[in-house]
């Protein structure tokens, strides 16, 4: 004797059905166009940067170093263009993170670990390891700090620990100086072990940070400060090597005083991250 068919529970099946389909995600004829672009710039972010780590051990240093410097460019602006186009997401934000660690902690590190800190052997290798799990906590710290629903009004003033993008370029630099001309001396290696590992604590350190997010410039300023800008991009392109040099040198000079303004509007307040919390 046949069964009759259990019309009850076919209406169950289909809505289990759909919330399994749902659960894999929109399909993608179903993402509008405007949200692939700031992503296609981060996966771009990351082919740059990876593709500097292979120019470091083919033994092609400045091109290495360019194409990390083009990767921190890219993985600069995917954010503002996902802002202006409107087309933010969470898979976003995941990609952005995972192009962060490659471009600002891996990369940078096993490029100057190629090029420098690999003459210590093992020593140097520490210091890269250390600088790149730096730079992954940092910004994990960062995230979570973005993710909190109440944010202190100094956050909209400041960093907590010096940012990953620039931690990077700093990094770079026994690299930059390196290309100047400067001999790989013994004690410059070991210097710059030391130095990779001091910035490498200057990410995950608690240290204000002026982040300049919430500055205004006058109008009258405007044109000069345009200028300004021109002038230092020229000198960049003519002198590369020398200009990125003086540039981490005075940021690293303003560190101090990015402290002390700190200290001064909010000197009676803790700074507080989740990082310890899961």
Known sequence: MDTPPDHAAQPQDMKNG????????????????????????????????????RL??????????????LAAFLDGIDGRVARLLKATSKFGVQMDSLADIINFGVAPALVSYAFLLHDVRSIGWIAALLYAIA??????????????????DWQSEF????PAPMGAMLMLLPVYLGFIGIEPSPLFVYASVAYTVAIGYLLVS?????????????RDLMLPIMLAVVLYVALLM??????????????????PFSARAWH???????????????
């Not at 290495?64 to 410097?69: S, T």
């Not at 979570?144 to 202190?152: F, L, N, T």
């Open 135 to 152: 730079a992954g906590l940092r910004l994990a710290r960062f995230n979570v700090m973005a993710e909190r629903d109440v944010k202190a």
């Open 18 to 53: 759909k919330q399994n389909d749902e659960a894999r995600g929109p399909r993608l004829r179903e993402i509008p166009l405007r949200l692939m672009v700031p992503n296609l710039i981060t996966v771009l972010a990351i082919c740059a940067g990876l593709t500097g780590i």
């Open 56 to 69: 470091a051990f083919e033994g092609r240093y400045e091109e290495a170093v360019a194409m990390v410097l």
């Open 159 to 162: 960093f907590v620990g010096v």
């Open 238 to 255: 003519t002198f590369t090597w020398e200009v990125l040099s003086i540039t981490v040198i005075a940021y690293l000079l303003v560190l």
């Open 206 to 218: 608690r240290l204000p940070v002026w982040s300049g997010k919430s500055s205004r410039i006058r």
């Open 264 to 278: 001064r509007r909010y000197g009676t307040i803790t700074i507080e991250d989740d990082s310890t919390h899961v």
